[in-house]
């Protein structure tokens, strides 16, 4: 008989809701596996264990009194250690806020605990989100459940490979150019970023604030949905999120079938990608072609540009808004003698790891007088054309299809000294962020030597429905548990 902490969510939800079982229960054996699994992975850099076990005992109480205890009912989350859990540590995996304790909740992280979930802990991630690989973090790396010597992907590479190793059911990341999607093709999760604007970023630890959305990663699309209805919906704290509403369907084969999707594969990237992914996505597009689907090849012809225009913009971004850690308003404090500024500023400011530092400098590079108009003008122009072609192509179909990463998982260390390589590797997810549309990653397949590969659809503004569907189609060829590895 399978354990708890194997079974997906939403069926030990049930469970607990009709009291078949306890939330406590479920709690303290989510606890021990954590406990067990986690010192291979490094999937955690902060437990909430004692917390967690207090909030189930409270749900089982409103249980037992007939209240209703909501869609996430005794289901414990992971939250990247970039969104703020009010009082708990909030680290970004940096050194800068070692120290730091959120004295507020994030509104995904109230929302959460409102539909009954419960947070567990926080997740490894590359410092303030910048990364791919989910190595520059100050807690050490995450490693790739399917072989410890591998990248789980990043940067929210301890929110997917949590889930992959079946530690928990549940987490949320943040995508600013790839980083749900990322980790979930290299372990085998699905994780969605939704349409810009449609969940709350109050509460998120701006990295780039154009690009970037929170999003949950389950290891089946019956769990991401009860996840992100519950963390969509608009924020008087956040105005950017569009008022709307926000009922994701995990709607039948059947019923999907009748809807008739025209899906635009990209095969020039396709064919750009290694040979294995290539071969898995286009397996992916023939399962799509048997159900019924119509299948067009097309292309973005602006993508040569993407990679460019988005490391302009984001690490713009970045230098902007982590000049606010400074040692007087946030960030590390230190004390150096003297009270001299500068060498007061440059404490704290040594404190950010290599990848950030250089980040910050190209950043105030492209915004600086002389350079802005050829660098950061052009890379804004760049995203307007590409929102343009991406505008055109939704006219016709209703999905686009890629890979989700042109690699397969790769060795810890091996792409660290090689920025633009690193870079390189965010080729198909940035699309999506720099046209602020929704994206998902669903496990695609093993290459032979069994690394997990993940294909991706995009859809238009607003269309998440469209990729859940597809995500239930694909599901529904050789179920989840194919994807999951024994750990
Ligand atoms: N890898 C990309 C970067 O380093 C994306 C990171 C992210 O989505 N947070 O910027």
């Not at 009922?247 to 084969?253: I, K």
């Not at 009270?339 to 950043?363: A, P, T």
Request: hydrophobic share 35%.
């Amino acid at each position: 008989m399978k354990s708890l902490y194997e079974l997906p969510a939403f069926v030990v939800s049930r469970k607990i809701k009709e009291q078949e079982i306890t939330a406590e229960e479920y709690i303290s054996i989510i606890i021990e596996r954590i406990k067990k699994v986690d010192d291979k992975i490094n999937s955690f850099i902060s437990h909430n264990f004692e917390s967690a076990l207090i909030r189930s005992r409270a749900i089982d109480k409103k249980i037992k009194e007939g209240i209703n205890t909501g869609l996430l009912a005794g289901i414990p989350v992971g939250i990247k250690d970039n969104i703020s859990v009010k009082g708990l540590k909030n680290t970004c995996a940096s050194r800068m806020l070692a120290e730091y304790v959120s004295p507020y909740n994030a509104t995904v992280v109230s929302k959460i605990e409102e539909q009954g979930g419960i947070i567990i802990g926080k997740l490894n991630m590359d410092e303030f989100g910048m990364g791919t690989t989910s190595e520059y973090s100050s807690h050490g790396p995450v490693r790739n459940p399917w072989n410890l010597d591998y990248v789980a992907g990043g940067s929210s590479g301890g929110s997917a490979a949590a889930v992959a190793s079946s530690q928990i059911p549940l987490s949320l990341g943040s995508d600013t150019g790839g980083s749900i999607r990322c980790p979930s093709s290299f372990c085998s999760v699905i994780g969605i970023k939704p349409t810009y604007g449609s969940v709350s970023r109050n509460g998120l630890i701006s990295y780039s604030n154009s690009l970037e959305q929170i999003g949950p990663i389950a290891r089946t699309i019956y769990d991401l949905v009860p996840l992100l209805n519950t963390i969509s919906g608009d924020d008087p704290k956040d105005n950017t999120t569009v008022h709307k509403k926000y009922e994701y369907q995990t709607n039948n084969v059947d019923n999907i079938l009748k809807k008739k999707y025209r899906i635009g594969v990209l095969n020039e990237l396709i064919d750009d990608s290694e040979t294995e992914v290539g071969k898995n996505t286009r397996k992916k597009v023939k399962q799509l072609e048997n159900y019924g689907c119509e299948v067009e090849d097309t292309r973005i012809p602006l993508s040569n540009y993407a990679l460019a225009s988005y490391y302009v913009i984001a690490t713009a971004e970045a230098s902007s808004n982590l000049s606010r850690y400074d040692n007087l308003r946030y960030g590390y404090e230190g004390s150096p003698e003297g009270y001299e500024w500068n060498s007061y500023f440059s404490e704290s400011r040594s404190k950010f790891g290599d990848e950030v530092k250089l980040r910050i400098l190209l950043g105030s590079y492209v915004l600086s007088a002389g350079y802005y108009g050829k660098y950061y003008a052009k890379a804004q122009k760049i995203r307007s054309m590409i929102k343009r072609e991406f505008d055109i192509l939704f006219n016709k179909y209703d999905i686009l299809l890629l890979p989700t990463m042109p690699v397969l998982p790769f060795k810890l260390g091996e792409k660290t000294l090689q920025p633009i390589e690193h870079y390189n590797l965010d080729v198909y997810t940035i699309l999506a962020n720099l046209a602020g549309i929704p994206a998902i990653s669903i496990p695609g397949g093993l290459s032979e030597k069994g690394f997990p590969i993940g294909v991706q659809l995009i859809a238009n503004a607003f269309n998440e429905q469209k990729l859940i569907d597809a995500g239930v189609l694909l599901e529904n060829v050789d179920g989840f548990e194919t994807w999951i590895p024994k750990i």
